[in-house]
């Protein structure tokens, strides 16, 4: 009952005087003012687009009552009670309607689902949580020193968990020219807390983004996700009308100039591997915001930033691995009992994390088009020769500016491979994954011919002799840093300045006592792998690069490493 | 309503396309390196910002020079330019497509491969003929029919652009081996094993770059290898021949009299085979005849004696 409450109406605290923003402020300030008219918004172009016919009207009725009903069945909870006689009822009646009484139906439907998804924006929740986060965060991590911030007022720092990489200049210029829209790639749920305290550690724009309704459950999250400007994704519905509805509110957003945040793989990498396969309906919905800002001659350029959220340690790394081994875990989309939702875990993650250092590292990449150009300091799109273009132009047919949503889908498409691409260029390769690749190319090296799953159930059954481990892992790290060096990714700074021995140490220490299981462990004079699932959830991230990082005697090791990449 | 071409390359398919898009009305101009002759009204130049006011550009060169074409063009074109490319080939051992060279070149998006049974001289005479572009750009689709189609050439679309580049990357290698197959005097069963199992190979490959296997099966790959078997005298058909008879390669494409490009394709894409652990027995085979490794009798018997298995 909470639950449902706290997922359809999160708190927001009573206005005495409203907010009136400075013209310094972040757009996201002006939202409150502007959010009726951003829902009137939507709801009239999703109208518009379904009431052109009879029978496309009934259809999109038809399909929001079908996958409605089918959905509250299987829910079976307080909802289901609360919505299914409506659903019921309509289905039955929707035949019978006249146009104007299908329009009302359509319209009372298309609002609601508007209301739900949009956010709100408190200024006075943002300024708290902008002092408190880092403290909160930070007191997790040390509780002795969150007493310490409070009685000398001393910001808490997050440095030695939370570096940020990029060029933090080129966005802080770009911010307020035009919409950013960050683009990361997706690990952990923590994902957007930490992204958030990165954006605002390093002076860049607070986001709007979408977040899962399952997240909105717990009651703190809910309130500092809702005010801060997040907005409602129920992953649940099926409702054609539901998935436009919440891309257009995308699209209004940025094309009234709120900088974004979504993650275009959809979901968190289940297998731990770079995304390569880019959901693009929400990518797709700022690509529209550009073209329909241009058509309509309003000069509001779109910008993506793909980023990469690196970890060394992943807090929710077991359920994830576990969820991609198993055929089930394929259709799995939302997990509610991961670790996650378990604050034991999150104090013993943190707590891991801070006793090490360069445990997560956000990397901002350069700013791109809708088009997939580089962008200089003043927004002007590039070619790769440096000769700056208009890029208005990809609108234009014969000469003039048109809307054509087919193209758009088409560029939509082209910018879901350029991301990909990017994300393997801007991804930092951090010492768990190179100690997890090395140690889990050992295993594959002396299991030929074992498929997947028999490998995964070898726990304690291999070890490596540790000499020979520094040694492959200098010969991996030479050639990483080779590999750095033509621009295929990055490397942590502690990746750079480890010796073999210390690299190994530091993940052993990483994964030992926060995973159920350990990835590996210690035995004297050799290194045991323990739950090899693990090893092969760290060392996927490397899996693109497996051949190149090889040497002549692990060649066939690696070929067969990459080949995870290509059939998942 | 007419429109602005401009035709980059000035080889067989670049003169035919620029005569029967000045047949069908449209302001054409035809760049090259070199000064060339066409008749009126096709226009000629040798200074690349002469295509800079075009809408539409066909790019046709052959893929060795793909790249140094896409870093001229990429000094003039932007995000208003729609453009096609009618080269065979891949570039570099990670198969990179030609479109996705123009992308990584050039600011152009708007991007589509021209491919299938298409032959210069029956478009630049208006004989019936069919072609296949594959791109995800509808509005492309649109122009090059506009350009290009009418009664005379029946252009099918696909959003498979990946495919079609692949598919037609290949069909000049398996044209060589059912040339040089068919010289050795093998009879029609095999040859018909060769041509599908063959385009069964690559596709298999292509899927793994992410085509789709329904484009090797149609206009793009068995479509156009159709045609090269039925006799439209491409210079790969000499060249298998050549080679049949005992040529060296390099003798061997002399007498093709043309730069073959399938040879390569072969080895590339072997190579990728190789490294995802894909089977490629006729690749492999043929790549070892021609490098004059193995004999044709011993290929064949090699071919027939692999365990055979469920189509």
């Given at each position: 009952?909470?639950?449902?409450f706290?997922?359809?109406?999160?708190?927001?605290l009573?206005?005495?005087?409203?907010?009136?923003?400075?013209?310094?402020?972040?757009?996201?300030?002006?939202?409150?003012?502007?959010?009726?008219?951003?829902?009137?918004?939507?709801?009239?172009?999703?109208c518009?687009?379904?009431?052109?016919d009879?029978?496309r009207?009934?259809?999109?009725?038809?399909?929001?009552?079908?996958?409605?009903?089918?959905?509250l069945?299987?829910?079976?909870?307080?909802?289901?009670?609360?919505?299914?006689?409506?659903?019921?009822?309509?289905?039955?009646?929707?035949?019978?309607?006249?146009?104007?009484?299908?329009?009302?139906?359509?319209?009372?439907?298309?609002t609601?689902?508007?209301?739900?998804?949009?956010?709100?924006?408190?200024?006075?929740?943002?300024?708290?949580a902008?002092?408190?986060?880092?403290?909160?965060?930070?007191g997790?991590?040390?509780?002795?020193r969150?007493?310490?911030?409070?009685?000398?007022?001393?910001?808490?720092?997050?440095?030695?968990?939370?570096?940020?990489?990029?060029?933090?200049?080129?966005?802080?210029?770009?911010?307020?020219?035009?919409?950013?829209?960050?683009?990361?790639?997706?690990?952990?749920?923590?994902?957007?807390i930490?992204?958030?305290?990165?954006?605002?550690?390093?002076?860049?724009?607070?986001?709007?983004?979408?977040?899962?309704?399952?997240?909105f459950?717990?009651?703190?999250?809910?309130?500092?996700?809702?005010n801060?400007?997040?907005?409602?994704?129920?992953?649940?519905?099926?409702?054609g009308?539901?998935k436009?509805?919440?891309?257009?509110?995308?699209?209004?957003?940025?094309?009234?100039?709120?900088?974004?945040?979504?993650?275009?793989?959809?979901?968190?990498?289940?297998?731990?591997?770079?995304?390569?396969?880019?959901?693009?309906?929400?990518l797709?919905?700022?690509?529209?915001?550009?073209?329909?800002?241009?058509?309509?001659?309003?000069?509001?350029?779109?910008w993506?930033?793909?980023?990469?959220?690196?970890?060394?340690?992943?807090?929710?790394?077991?359920?994830?691995?576990?969820?991609?081994?198993?055929?089930?875990?394929?259709a799995?989309?939302?997990?509610?009992?991961?670790?996650?939702?378990?604050?034991?875990?999150?104090?013993?993650?943190?707590?891991?994390?801070?006793?090490?250092?360069?445990?997560?590292?956000?990397?901002?990449?350069?700013?791109?088009?809708?088009?997939?150009?580089?962008?200089?300091?003043?927004?002007?799109?590039?070619?790769?020769?440096?000769?700056?273009?208009?890029?208005?132009?990809?609108?234009?047919?014969?000469?003039?500016?048109?809307?054509?949503?087919?193209?758009?889908?088409?560029?939509?498409?082209?910018?879901?491979?350029?991301?990909?691409?990017?994300?393997?260029?801007?991804t930092?390769?951090?010492?768990?994954?190179?100690v997890?690749?090395?140690?889990?190319?050992?295993?594959?090296?002396?299991?030929?011919?074992?498929?997947?799953?028999?490998?995964?159930?070898?726990?304690?059954?291999?070890?490596?002799?540790?000499?020979?481990?520094?040694?492959?892992?200098?010969?991996?790290?030479?050639?990483?840093?080779?590999?750095?060096?033509?621009?295929?990714?990055?490397t942590?700074?502690?990746?750079k300045?480890?010796?073999?021995?210390?690299?190994?140490?530091?993940?052993?220490?990483?994964?030992?006592?926060?995973?159920?299981?350990?990835?590996?462990t210690?035995?004297?004079?050799?290194?045991?792998?323990?739950?090899?699932?693990?090893l092969?959830?760290?060392?996927?991230?490397?899996?693109?690069?497996?051949?190149?990082?090889?040497?002549?005697?692990?060649?066939?090791?690696?070929?067969?490493?990459?080949?995870?990449?290509?059939?998942? | 309503?007419?429109l602005?071409?401009?035709v980059?390359?000035?080889?067989?398919?670049?003169?035919?396309?620029?005569?029967?898009?000045?047949?069908?009305?449209?302001?054409?101009?035809?760049?090259?390196r070199?000064?060339?002759?066409?008749?009126?009204?096709?226009?000629?130049?040798?200074?690349?910002?002469?295509?800079?006011?075009?809408?539409?550009?066909?790019?046709?060169?052959?893929?060795?020079?793909?790249?140094?074409?896409?870093?001229?063009?990429?000094?003039?074109?932007?995000?208003?330019?729609?453009?096609?490319?009618?080269?065979r080939?891949?570039?570099?051992?990670?198969?990179?497509?030609?479109?996705?060279?123009?992308?990584?070149?050039?600011?152009?998006?708007?991007?589509?491969?021209?491919?299938?049974?298409l032959?210069?001289?029956?478009?630049?005479?208006?004989?019936?003929?069919?072609?296949?572009?594959?791109?995800?750009?509808?509005?492309?689709?649109?122009?090059?029919?506009?350009a290009?189609?009418?009664s005379?050439?029946?252009?099918?679309?696909?959003?498979?652009v990946?495919?079609?580049?692949?598919?037609?990357?290949?069909?000049?290698?398996?044209?060589?081996?059912?040339?040089?197959?068919?010289?050795?005097?093998v009879?029609?069963?095999?040859?018909?094993?060769?041509?599908?199992?063959?385009?069964?190979?690559?596709?298999?490959?292509?899927?793994?770059l992410?085509?789709?296997?329904?484009?090797?099966?149609?206009?793009?790959?068995?479509?156009?290898?159709?045609?090269?078997?039925a006799?439209?005298?491409?210079p790969?058909?000499?060249?298998?021949?050549?080679?049949?008879?005992?040529?060296?390669?390099?003798?061997?494409?002399g007498?093709?009299?043309?730069?073959?490009?399938?040879?390569?394709?072969?080895?590339?894409?072997?190579?990728?085979?190789?490294?995802?652990?894909?089977?490629?027995?006729?690749?492999?085979?043929?790549v070892a005849?021609?490098?004059?490794?193995?004999?044709?009798?011993?290929?064949?018997?090699?071919?027939?004696?692999?365990?055979?298995?469920?189509e």
């Amino acid at each position: 009952m909470l639950k449902r409450f706290l997922s359809e109406r999160p708190l927001r605290l009573p206005h005495i005087r409203p907010y009136v923003p400075r013209p310094s402020d972040p757009s996201i300030f002006w939202f409150n003012s502007e959010r009726d008219d951003v829902v009137a918004d939507v709801v009239n172009r999703v109208c518009a687009s379904q009431e052109s016919d009879r029978t496309r009207l009934e259809m999109a009725l038809n399909d929001a009552a079908f996958h409605e009903i089918r959905r509250l069945e299987k829910q079976r909870d307080e909802e289901a009670r609360d919505r299914l006689g409506y659903w019921r009822s309509m289905i039955r009646r929707i035949g019978k309607m006249d146009d104007i009484e299908q329009r009302r139906v359509l319209h009372t439907i298309v609002t609601n689902m508007a209301r739900d998804i949009a956010g709100n924006f408190d200024p006075r929740v943002y300024r708290f949580a902008r002092k408190a986060a880092p403290r909160l965060i930070g007191g997790v991590m040390e509780p002795r020193r969150l007493t310490e911030g409070l009685v000398d007022g001393s910001p808490m720092s997050l440095d030695r968990v939370l570096r940020v990489e990029g060029d933090l200049d080129h966005l802080r210029n770009l911010q307020n020219r035009g919409s950013l829209v960050f683009v990361p790639t997706h690990s952990s749920n923590l994902d957007s807390i930490v992204l958030s305290q990165a954006l605002e550690t390093s002076g860049l724009p607070p986001v709007i983004y979408g977040a899962g309704k399952n997240l909105f459950t717990n009651p703190i999250i809910s309130f500092f996700m809702h005010n801060l400007g997040a907005y409602r994704v129920d992953r649940r519905i099926q409702v054609g009308l539901y998935k436009q509805v919440l891309k257009l509110y995308s699209q209004v957003m940025i094309e009234r100039g709120y900088h974004s945040l979504f993650f275009p793989g959809g979901t968190r990498s289940r297998s731990g591997m770079i995304e390569h396969q880019l959901k693009l309906g929400l990518l797709g919905s700022a690509v529209a915001a550009f073209t329909t800002n241009q058509v309509r001659r309003v000069d509001r350029p779109v910008w993506f930033v793909p980023t990469t959220i690196n970890y060394a340690l992943v807090l929710e790394a077991e359920t994830l691995i576990k969820d991609w081994l198993t055929e089930e875990g394929q259709a799995r989309y939302i997990i509610e009992d991961d670790e996650f939702s378990r604050i034991d875990r999150w104090f013993a993650f943190f707590r891991k994390m801070v006793g090490m250092r360069g445990g997560c590292i956000i990397r901002f990449g350069e700013p791109i088009d809708p088009f997939g150009n580089a962008v200089d300091a003043e927004g002007q799109s590039l070619t790769p020769t440096g000769r700056s273009i208009d890029p208005g132009g990809y609108v234009e047919h014969r000469g003039k500016a048109v809307a054509d949503p087919a193209r758009d889908a088409a560029y939509t498409r082209e910018l879901g491979e350029v991301l990909a691409r990017r994300y393997q260029q801007d991804t930092v390769v951090m010492s768990t994954q190179v100690v997890a690749h090395v140690l889990y190319r050992d295993l594959v090296q002396s299991t030929p011919g074992m498929d997947l799953f028999a490998r995964m159930r070898l726990r304690g059954e291999v070890a490596v002799d540790r000499e020979t481990l520094h040694r492959e892992l200098g010969e991996a790290r030479d050639r990483l840093f080779a590999l750095e060096g033509r621009g295929r990714f990055r490397t942590s700074e502690v990746v750079k300045e480890d010796s073999p021995e210390q690299l190994l140490e530091r993940a052993l220490t990483f994964w030992s006592g926060y995973h159920d299981s350990t990835a590996a462990t210690r035995e004297g004079d050799r290194i045991v792998i323990g739950d090899p699932s693990l090893l092969l959830y760290y060392q996927n991230r490397l899996v693109p690069f497996a051949e190149d990082i090889a040497g002549p005697e692990h060649l066939k090791a690696a070929c067969e490493i990459e080949q995870l990449g290509v059939y998942r | 309503m007419s429109l602005r071409i401009a035709v980059v390359g000035a080889g067989g398919f670049g003169r035919a396309i620029a005569q029967a898009s000045a047949r069908h009305g449209h302001e054409v101009v035809l760049w090259s390196r070199r000064d060339r002759e066409l008749p009126a009204p096709v226009r000629t130049s040798t200074d690349i910002h002469s295509i800079k006011d075009c809408e539409l550009i066909f790019m046709a060169v052959p893929a060795r020079h793909a790249i140094e074409t896409s870093e001229q063009l990429g000094e003039v074109v932007d995000g208003r330019h729609l453009m096609v490319h009618i080269s065979r080939g891949l570039i570099g051992p990670e198969l990179e497509t030609i479109t996705q060279v123009i992308a990584r070149k050039t600011v152009c998006r708007r991007l589509g491969a021209l491919a299938g049974p298409l032959v210069a001289d029956a478009l630049a005479e208006g004989r019936p003929s069919g072609a296949i572009l594959g791109t995800g750009f509808p509005e492309l689709t649109e122009m090059v029919r506009e350009a290009l189609g009418g009664s005379e050439l029946r252009v099918y679309d696909t959003p498979d652009v990946i495919g079609v580049e692949l598919a037609s990357a290949t069909v000049g290698f398996l044209t060589v081996v059912l040339a040089y197959a068919q010289e050795v005097g093998v009879g029609p069963s095999t040859l018909a094993v060769l041509a599908t199992r063959g385009m069964v190979e690559v596709s298999r490959i292509g899927q793994t770059l992410g085509a789709e296997e329904s484009t090797f099966t149609g206009l793009a790959g068995l479509g156009d290898l159709i045609a090269a078997v039925a006799g439209d005298e491409r210079p790969e058909i000499r060249l298998g021949r050549a080679l049949a008879r005992g040529a060296t390669l390099s003798s061997a494409v002399g007498e093709a009299g043309a730069y073959i490009e399938g040879i390569e394709v072969a080895a590339q894409m072997m190579e990728h085979a190789r490294r995802l652990g894909l089977e490629t027995p006729i690749s492999s085979t043929f790549v070892a005849l021609s490098e004059g490794r193995m004999s044709s009798d011993d290929a064949i018997q090699a071919l027939m004696e692999r365990r055979v298995g469920r189509e």
